[in-house]
């Protein structure tokens, strides 16, 4: 119990400025949103201008940005990395912490298990996932509900539960087998999730091709009217077997202090 505190406590500062930080972002882009909506046709004409690649590159593509979905769906696009990357550090410092601080050594002589160390840990990180997608999930069904609708806000609610868990799990994977590469290798892993879709839209190729990304499966146009079900769950089995390898690797670890 004490571990579970422990984490709590050591990361309820950094939790709420990104919660503060997520949310200010949000606001900021509805409001915008009030102000897109007057220009109309304008806008859509001057964004059927710019180059497909440019559009890509910033989540804009096939997007209609005096629309609530197509708004939303750009906003939805920049929430997801932004998770992503929040899961992805979280899960390697949930692992990383105690070589960082030095205080290995004394963590596993202490008179309990890596399984239970491990699983108090990650039990700890999963609260603070918990604890920021429920506050999205309040701000979702009082605010942006109003402006694009709570069925595709809620939707995306989802979503960003989905992400941020499973690169919460790859984090734990990466921190358990790679230590000090781990920052490295996610980050790398962000930004060819992040290309994926870009390289479809310029080469392309299907627009299937586009579920291989994490970022851009979640669909804004079947979002409208459908729950992505199925890509919430694959997400959330997918950061099952994270968990599960990175306690394999964690049992293996060496003592690093």
């Known amino acids: 119990m004490k571990i579970f505190l422990n984490e ?3 990361r309820w500062f950094s939790t709420f400025l990104w919660l503060i930080g997520l949310i200010v972002f949000m606001v900021i882009a509805l409001i915008e949103f009030e102000a897109m909506k007057k220009t109309g046709p304008a806008l859509q ?111 995306y609610i989802m979503a960003y539960f989905a992400l941020n868990s ?32 870009i390289l479809v839209d310029v080469s392309g190729i299907h627009q299937i091709f586009k579920k291989l990304s994490i970022i851009s499966m979640f669909d804004v146009q079947t979002m409208q009217t459908i729950l992505p079900l199925y890509e919430v769950l694959a997400l959330l089995v997918i950061a099952c077997v994270f968990i599960m390898l990175a306690r394999g690797g964690y049992k293996r670890r060496d003592i690093i202090s």
């Open 8 to 10: 709590i406590k050591t």
């Open 45 to 155: 004409d001057f964004m059927d201008n710019i180059p497909t690649i440019l559009k890509s590159v910033f989540g804009m593509n096939e997007m209609e940005l005096s629309s609530p979905s197509g708004y939303m769906g750009i906003i939805g696009f920049y929430t997801l990395i932004l998770l992503a990357i929040h899961g992805l550090f979280l899960g390697i410092s949930v692992i990383s912490r105690e070589s960082q601080q030095k205080t290995s050594d004394f963590l596993f002589t202490k008179p309990v298990s890596r399984k239970t160390i491990f699983n108090t840990k990650v039990l700890g990180g999963v609260a603070v996932i918990l604890f920021l997608n429920g506050f999205l999930m309040v701000f979702s069904g009082f605010y942006a509900a109003s402006i694009v609708g709570k069925q595709l806000s809620m939707h």
């Open 166 to 197: 499973v690169m919460y799990a790859y984090g734990l994977f990466l921190a358990s087998f790679f230590n000090k590469r781990a920052s490295q290798i996610g980050l790398i892993t962000i930004l060819v999730m992040y290309l994926i879709p």
